[in-house]
Nanobody, 123 residues
């Protein structure tokens, strides 16, 4: 089992920045690919970004356009999502995800989820 706890969400004005953190505990964190999804009311959870467990290569959704950066610190069992130049359409609940298998980042392939943290961007 892996337990994931997100933090760092909140209310920010458009153009501002936030850094989300996801602290992991349980099984060896460094063995898992880590990612972030986001979800708005009435919509499916959507992939945002991911980072490889060993070489820290990254993958981003096309809509991110370089404004978000994912990173990990295996010594601290933590993955981060730095969000800059935030827009109102970035408003969502952001979920941390852990996946043991390689390949596609889809909801059904995620092994563990965090509880989510709300990000609200005001215009």
């Amino acid at each position: 089992q892996v337990q994931l706890v997100e933090s760092g969400g909140g209310l920010v004005q458009a153009g501002g920045s936030l850094r989300l953190s996801c602290a992991a505990s349980g099984r060896t964190f460094s063995w898992y690919h880590m990612g972030w999804f986001r979800q708005t009311t009435g919509k499916k959870r959507a992939f945002v970004a991911a980072i490889h467990w060993s070489d820290s290569s990254t993958l981003y959704a096309d809509s991110i356009q370089g404004r978000l950066t994912i990173s990990r610190d295996n010594a601290k069992n933590t993955v981060y999502l730095q969000m800059n130049s935030l827009k109102p359409e970035d408003t969502a609940v952001y979920y941390c995800a852990a996946k043991a298998s390689g390949g596609i980042w889809s909801q059904d392939r995620v092994d563990y989820w965090g509880q989510g943290t709300q990000v609200t961007v005001s215009s």
